[in-house]
């Protein structure tokens, strides 16, 4: 039988794969908006999210004291999200994508104060040692990042981090992922209708298909992390996002002729290795526990 940190691991790989997709239907897409593609990144998450409740049929209601942690949820975890999306815009792909894989590191200082969880030393090496194979995958230069963009992308992955760290708060207080996922999605979709409205591009048909498509992506890694934080806290399980990045290197690989450098591929060898290795130490540790029960 799988554990509490088994689930929460194989959640946040099927996060990290959705949200790969949705990073590359989204590239697709082209030239659209910020606010119009984070319509629809969050538009199909709700949809589904109250398809799922409904099914349930135990309603919309958020439990008793979970209102306060669903805010800051929708919150940080929307102005992140249009942060990325700016930075992306604003910034080459590899800087902006290397500042929003910050968001582990600031899940794991926001759940000390929040959460009152204290990383353990190899948890932190882990998580270092993933962020240098991420650094050599996406290899910032620094010399062509201005300032005010790259400040908003580093936001985007506090808002990131931020957000998980409440996500694994409400999941300890026991609040539904669809009602987190449809909080979140709604205000997010909400939020994007004024701005939409005001500047609307209208879309080709083969861009709202691929819009669409990254919406659908974006709802398999949104209910992924949800329940990956809600399964175990940011320190145990931050390391396997980094797993977003091998994704996307294999879809641009077989889609779009991007072939890796040799830096990229040292990158995923140190990615997947602490992978690997976070993943022995997590079963050793449950086989030692469930030994000495």
């Known amino acids: 039988m799988l554990t509490n940190k088994s689930k929460g691991i194989i959640c946040i790989l099927l996060a990290a794969l959705g949200f790969s997709l949705m990073t ?20 199909v998450a709700a949809l589904v999210s109250v398809f799922l409740i409904i099914k349930s049929g ?67 090496a882990a998580v270092i040692i993933a962020f240098i194979g991420a650094m050599l995958i996406v290899r910032p230069s ?34 539904r992922t669809p009602i987190i996922v449809f909080c979140f999605s709604m205000f997010s979709t909400l939020i994007a209708v004024p701005f939409i409205a005001m500047n609307f591009v209208p879309l080709s048909p083969r861009q709202l298909l691929y819009l669409i498509l990254a919406g659908v992506a974006a709802t398999l890694g949104q209910f ?26 294999l879809l641009g690989i077989l889609f779009l002729g991007e072939i890796p450098t040799i830096l990229s591929v040292a990158g995923y060898v140190i990615i997947i290795g602490v992978a690997a290795l976070r993943w022995m130490y997590n079963l050793k540790t449950d086989d030692s526990v469930t030994a000495q029960a």
């Open 142 to 175: 620094g010399s062509n990042m201005q300032l005010f963009p790259a400040l908003i992308g580093l936001y985007g992955g506090f808002g990131a981090g931020t957000a998980y760290v409440f996500v694994r708060k409400l999941g300890k207080k026991g609040e």
């Open 24 to 43: 590359f239907f989204v590239r697709l897409s082209g030239d659209i908006p910020v606010m119009e593609k984070a319509f629809f990144r969050n538009a």
């Open 224 to 249: 992924g992390i949800t329940s990956a934080y809600k399964f175990a806290p940011a320190k145990e399980i931050s390391v396997f996002d980094y797993t977003q990045v091998i994704f996307a290197a």
């Open 58 to 124: 135990e309603g919309f209601k958020i439990k008793k004291g979970c209102g306060t942690g669903i805010f800051f949820r929708c919150l940080f975890g929307t102005s992140g999200l249009i942060a990325n999306f700016y930075a992306i815009d604003k910034l080459n792909i590899a800087d902006a994508n290397m500042l929003n894989k910050l968001s582990p590191f600031f899940a794991i200082l926001i759940s000390i104060p929040l959460l009152k969880e204290k990383p353990k030393k190899l948890d932190i």
